[in-house]
């Protein structure tokens, strides 16, 4: 019984080190085999990811020189945000089921920010 205990407390520890929106796993289970979510990875260069997933929705200038863009995922008639962010040399240094505003809110929600 201590060892569920124990579990439920890091799993929540660890959640609440990640913003006030975790992300929802479904989501990935859902949104895996979309491109953006399959191929973009970590490193990418902003041309690649275009190329990828097409232009953007919206496209947000970051306060460290980098860039969000927002996608809007469909996949049986609903639709799902996603962001890809670039960090000032052009790189995707972050990616996620929210939007770019949600993203940085949770990133100014973490102490020291």
Do not use: W
């Amino acid at each position: 019984m201590n060892k569920a205990i124990l579990a439920i407390l890091v799993a929540s520890t660890t959640l609440a080190a990640c913003g006030s929106r975790p992300e929802n796993p479904a989501d990935y289970v859902t949104y895996r085999d979309e491109p953006l979510v399959k191929q973009v990875e970590h490193g990418m260069t902003t041309q690649k990811v275009i190329a990828i997933g097409g232009s953007p929705s919206n496209m947000s200038d970051l306060p460290n020189g980098g860039i969000c863009n927002d996608y809007i995922l469909y996949k049986d008639g609903k639709q799902q945000p996603y962001y890809v962010r670039f960090d000032a040399s052009g790189h995707v240094d972050a990616k996620g089921f929210k939007t770019c505003k949600q993203r940085e809110e949770d990133r100014k929600a973490l102490p020291g920010q």
